[in-house]
DNA sequence: GTGGTCTAGACCACC
DNA sequence: GTGGTCTAGACCACG
């Protein structure tokens, strides 16, 4: 379910944030539905349980899931997510735009480029 | 010139670096250009010289300026920064294809969403 | 493990760089395993933690070693080492041929030296 | 006479030792022959005086040249020049069989390969 | 005055 | 405990 990449930059808490914020958008873990508890993840993936627990509290934070005492944590209302992810989807684009302003592409080349990468992508699958 | 962001999670040699070369590549300075002096360019920013240096010394790496001892830093020519800035543009759109597809959204709403930035930012200038 | 020598003109952190190239190089040091934490290293040395630091920096760019935070530093998997040494060799050699073509020897005067230190080396071992 | 590499990483007097060296040892300048005044070399190059004088003095220092106040600097009896090349090429040597061996080479595969080398060269002329 | 290197010591993020 | 970044201040090589 959760896939470590050690020689990724990213911290390990971050990649296991981030794996779960996917699998709730994409639907494979539903509202209230219990996500793993702290301790067998940690079993699972062979890493300190600190770590697991870090990357919960922040998707708590966030307000994507809740914990309950004694109970264990569950998959919060989608309603933040969507719009967290939105604002991450927008300062990404932005980014790309500045990006191909310095290199004086105009937003017809801009967005070819775009479709090209779709397209490119579409084949991989 | 350079202008910090403090808030910024990144390391401030690497904002400063960012920032080079986005001056380089919109031709704001120019090949053998003279960049400011690891000295000046640290009072001015009010930091420690070695950060200066250490984002100099990774400009020079990637082959973007050359620096003489005794002399100073200068932009090198025709170098590789338009390929490298075109493979970060890559990897930063297919960041975006991923996330917007995260968020169900098809080509052309993707699409749409990008020419609405760009009209947002067209209004900020 | 490593010996500094500060007679040498060659900075510190290089001739770090250069040691442990030559120990992964020589099969002292294997894939994933891993480095003496930059700490402990400097201790050893009797060295500023920042030197190691920058060493073990410049060993990660070249792909010769990875680094997790919290965790240590590790020999990457099948590096180019070896590729980038033969490029050091061959330079190494066509300069040694300039000299001696610059004294006057030929080929065959000049293979000869080559064999008498040869010979040298093996009456050290 | 003399070119200049900017880009070149060795400091500029460096250079300038280098190169009347190899015209010494070339027979290009021969024994007692006087070698161009300091300022009218630092003004040939375009450079500072300061730095001409610091490779004279180098050059002195080593015994390639020796310096008669108010009439010039002339070549020494190259005797001390044979033996100094002669030393740096054993170095050289010495360091390209170091990193030979760190690749496995044996000496007849190392000698094969400088006798490569040797030919390459030879139908660069 | 320029860049290059190093030390000492600190703080942070991560595990 | 680990590595990553930054500051403050120093010394050297170069022009």
Redesign the pocket.
């Known amino acids: 379910m959760i896939i470590l990449d050690y020689k990724d930059r990213r911290?390990?808490?971050?990649q296991i944030v981030e794996r779960f914020k996917g699998l709730i958008l994409l639907g494979v873990l539903k509202t209230d539905e219990q996500l793993p508890s702290v301790r067998s993840l940690a079993m699972e993936l062979s890493?300190?349980p600190?770590?697991i627990q870090r990357a919960y509290t922040e998707l708590e934070r966030l307000g994507i899931i809740y914990g309950i005492k004694g109970k264990g944590n569950f998959v919060a209302e989608s309603n933040n997510l969507v719009e967290v992810r939105h604002m991450e989807l927008k300062s990404c684009i932005e980014e790309s735009i500045k990006k191909s302003k310095e290199l004086g592409l105009s937003e017809e080349e801009f967005i070819m480029q775009i479709k090209a990468y779709y397209r490119e992508e579409a084949s991989d699958d």
Request: charged share 10%; no cysteine.
């Open positions: 911290p390990i808490y971050e890493i300190n600190n770590t």
